[in-house]
C-alpha cells in the first residue's frame, strides 16, 4: 500500500522559511514523481513542484521558481520542500503525492495535473504572516 505523510507547516513571517517533509511509503523511488500541491482557501488545488525519483529532475511553478527546492533522500524515502522568501500568498495547506513510475526515460513528470497523482498525503499547514 501505498502512503505519504507530509509534515513541517507551520507559522513562519513574512520572508522566512520552512522545510516541508514527504515520507513515502509502499514505492521504491526508481522513476516515480513525486509532487507538491497546495491549496488555499476558497482556491484551486495549485500544483508547485515534482520531481522524478528516478534521476532527480525537477520541475516547478512559475509561483515558485528560485524560492521553493524540491529534493529527495532514498535512503529515507522522503521528499523535501525547502521553501524560502515565503510570502503571505503561500499560505495553504501543502500536500504531497505519488505518481506511477515513468515507461518513457524523458517524460517529465506533471506540476500542475493534480490527476495524475494516484496517491495523496494528509496536508500540512503553512501560514505565512505579513
Known amino acids: 500500500e501505498v502512503q505519504l505523510q507530509a509534515f513541517g507547516g507551520g507559522l513562519v513571517q513574512d520572508g522566512g522559511s520552512l522545510r516541508l517533509s514527504c515520507v513515502v511509503s509502499g514505492i521504491t523511488f526508481d522513476g516515480h514523481g513525486i509532487g507538491w500541491f497546495r491549496q488555499a482557501p476558497g482556491k484551486e488545488r495549485e500544483g508547485i513542484s515534482c520531481i522524478d525519483t528516478g534521476d532527480n529532475r525537477t520541475f516547478y511553478s512559475d509561483s515558485v521558481k528560485g524560492r521553493f527546492t524540491i529534493s529527495s533522500d532514498v535512503h529515507k524515502s522522503t521528499v523535501y520542500l525547502q521553501m524560502n522568501s515565503l510570502k503571505p500568498e503561500d499560505t495553504a495547506v501543502y500536500y504531497c503525492?505519488?505518481?506511477?513510475?515513468?515507461?518513457?526515460?524523458?517524460?517529465?513528470?506533471?506540476?500542475?495535473?493534480?490527476?495524475?497523482?494516484?496517491?495523496w498525503g494528509q496536508g500540512t499547514q503553512v501560514t505565512v504572516s505579513s
Open positions: 503525492a505519488s505518481g506511477p513510475r515513468r515507461t518513457v526515460l524523458s517524460f517529465q513528470c506533471p506540476v500542475s495535473s493534480p490527476g495524475y497523482y494516484g496517491y
